[in-house]
């Protein structure tokens, strides 16, 4: 599975982005897809994951963000609401067929992971 991730770009503290996340391969309707963030010095950190349950969300987006797919386009992707200088971070999205859901927020579990695309919040 390749993934790539798309979207960011640099946007006034209030403002909206959608990251996309674009898989080839293989179809990732079965997989769970994540996505996480990092900001400069700092450690991947969860933000929003889709299985085939509910979304689950980190507590700092909760009510800001919205992770969906689109199976039929292969896609998956994370609507940014509200957005605060604190996103500003590279975004990747990632993705795993097997992973518990007990684990979906752990970066390192995810096998597949795309290159990451920048979102910078201002004040």
């Known amino acids: 599975v390749q993934l790539q991730a798309s979207g960011g770009g640099l946007v006034q503290a209030g403002g909206s982005l959608r990251l996309s996340c674009a898989a080839s391969?293989?179809?990732?309707?079965?997989?769970?897809m994540g996505w996480f963030r990092q900001a400069p010095g700092k450690e991947r950190d969860f933000v929003s994951a889709?299985?085939?349950?509910?979304?689950l969300y980190a507590d700092s987006v909760k009510g800001r963000f919205i992770i969906s797919r689109d199976n039929a386009l292969n896609t998956v992707y994370l609507q940014m609401n509200s957005l605060e200088p604190e996103d500003t971070a590279v975004y990747y999205c990632?993705?795993?067929?097997?992973?518990?859901?007990?684990?979906?927020?752990?970066?390192?579990?995810?096998?597949?992971w795309g290159q990451g695309t920048q979102v910078t919040v201002s004040s």
């Open positions: 990632a993705a795993d067929e097997r992973i518990e859901l007990s684990s979906i927020t752990i970066p390192w579990l995810y096998e597949y």
């Open positions: 889709l299985s085939g349950g509910s979304p």
């Open positions: 391969g293989r179809s990732i309707s079965s997989y769970r």
